[in-house]
């Protein structure tokens, strides 16, 4: 899953539901999920992964890659749905509806939330060191990822990759991997070092302080009531 598309995405983004606060978004994917949960009818979970793909182009999100992020998701429920088989083909289905839909709901969250106000909202509910970890954890996938991105296109104009030269791909990507083990260490020890100067004992400052409701919190919070609704009706 490339998160630095994810935060480009929920960075700018114009759209209602980027203009909502973090908390009503959450209450929406956990809406959808409850939804998914009681419901066991192919039919209506086919409706809400369509109703979610509607939404995304509504907020004027590139519908296909984000539904490409669900491939991994996918992919193990087609597994575990496989497992299942008896006879119909039913509820091998519902498990690969209720996976991808289930999956589909939370990206549409962290495509339109900055991460900000995500951490902003875990660490009223996190333990503070908890929530720092994973607010450190998230910082450094895009260091590293930056870093990345500069040793492969360094191996690709010292060395050139070749389909042909299976050997000599694996040898660039193990060294390629080793540096970035060696510089994932390195900063991990660097910004214990930093923290640990600074006084650090279990929780930074606040991230962001949380957004007051407004108007635009109002349809996350319908969309939510809509989808338990439907779920107690059809589903």
Not at 50 to 72: E, G, S
Not at 113 to 135: G, M
Not at 179 to 203: C, M, P, Q, T
Request: proline share 3%.
């Amino acid at each position: 899953m490339d998160l630095y598309f994810i935060d480009y995405l929920a960075s700018n983004g114009h759209s209602f539901f980027h203009k909502a606060s973090a908390v009503p978004k959450m209450i929406f994917s956990m809406s959808i999920i409850i939804a998914i949960i009681m419901s066991n009818r192919p039919s209506f979970l086919a409706f809400l992964l369509l109703f979610l793909l509607l939404l995304l182009k509504i907020l004027r999100q590139p519908v296909l890659k984000i539904l490409a992020m669900t491939f991994y998701v996918a992919v193990f429920a087609i597994i575990f749905a496989v497992s299942q088989i008896s006879g119909s083909f039913l509820w091998p289905l519902t498990i690969i509806l209720k996976a991808v839909t289930a999956a589909l709901s939370v990206l549409i969250v962290l495509t339109t939330t900055n991460y900000f106000d995500i951490f902003a909202v875990l660490a009223h509910f996190l333990p503070k060191l908890i929530a720092d970890s994973l607010f450190m954890t998230y910082r450094s996938f895009f260091i590293l990822l930056k870093e990345l991105k500069n040793l492969t296109m360094a191996v690709k104009v010292k060395r050139g990759l070749s389909p042909r030269k299976i050997f000599t791909n694996l040898k660039s990507l193990g060294d390629i991997l080793g540096v970035l083990f060696i510089h994932a260490v390195d900063l991990s020890s660097r910004s214990s070092e930093i923290l640990a100067i600074r006084g650090y004992k279990g929780g930074m400052a606040k991230y962001r302080s949380l957004r007051c409701f407004s108007k635009y919190d109002f349809a996350p919070l319908i969309l939510s009531v809509a989808a338990l609704l439907g779920v107690g009706i059809f589903g």
